[in-house]
């Protein structure tokens, strides 16, 4: 059960950061799908193979064929996971950590509301925000690509593509809500909710880098969103899509038991 007043007063208090995300990540896709064609392919391969550590480790690749293997190269190893992660951390760990370090929750809880009530509606609010940032990346690739490149997108593919994306960006939010329910200190909250996944993404970042460090990936989450093995129908892929879900599940759990149990100080 959520509580409708305290939902929409937290999503208002979203509303400056999404439309801040939602700008940055429209001026990276609108400029990166725009330079799909044969020439700027052929430039930007051609600086692949002068850096192609410093390239690879942010995901990007040469050589691809289709819109949607460009978009993967130049999007979904850096922009799309970046941002959104950025905005799982700073609205996850305002959502209870910060009431409890500014000793608001006393406010929060003095109405007739209970702990899980409040929880869940944070839970919410975070999980609302992400979709919300998917969606208009999902609609915002589709309405670019279509509008200048007329038909040469897999739209399946692509929607197959940023489902997974949703999954990894819920289970980064999910680290984030378990940050914020286990520590009443935002210092805390920000150092386990945001070390955790910046660690995995540096991680992931060495583990692109070269083969000599190509172990490294099997200590990251990041793995487990294979974008060009969603688009190739891999099943390795749909099973790390899957844990990722499965996982986010679990940690929101996890949060809203942890602070229906901890001592509040309130």
Not at 174 to 187: A, H, R, Y
């Amino acid at each position: 059960m959520l509580n409708l007043t305290l939902y929409k007063r937290e999503m208002k208090g979203s509303l400056k950061m999404l439309l801040l995300f939602a700008a940055i990540i429209s001026m990276y896709v609108t400029i990166i799908i725009r330079m799909y064609d044969p020439a700027m392919m052929e430039t930007l391969d051609n600086f692949y193979e002068v850096m192609p550590e410093l390239m690879a480790s942010v995901g990007m690749s040469a050589g691809a064929t289709s819109l949607i293997g460009f978009m993967i190269s130049y999007l979904y190893g850096f922009i799309l996971l970046i941002f959104p992660m950025v905005f799982c951390i700073l609205r996850g760990n305002g959502l209870i950590a910060r009431y409890a370090d500014k000793g608001s929750m006393v406010t929060l809880l003095a109405a007739p509301v209970k702990r899980r009530t409040v929880a869940l509606t944070q839970m919410s609010v975070l999980i609302s925000g992400i979709l919300l940032l998917i969606i208009f990346a999902s609609a915002l690739e589709l309405t670019i690509a279509e509008t200048s490149f007329p038909g040469e997108l897999a739209i399946a593919e692509l929607l197959q593509l940023n489902a997974a994306l949703l999954c990894l960006h819920l289970f980064i939010g999910g680290i984030c809500f378990l940050s914020s329910c286990v520590f009443s200190d935002t210092k805390y909250s920000i150092a386990l909710g945001a070390g955790i996944p910046a660690l995995m993404y540096i991680l992931q970042m060495l583990a692109n880098a070269g083969d000599k460090a190509d172990g490294i990936k099997y200590f990251t989450f990041f793995t487990l969103f294979d974008a060009s093995g969603i688009v190739a129908g891999a099943n390795s892929a749909v099973v790390g899509m899957l844990i990722l879900l499965i996982g986010a599940v679990v940690l929101y759990a996890a949060g809203i038991c942890v602070f229906c149990k901890k001592d509040l100080h309130i």
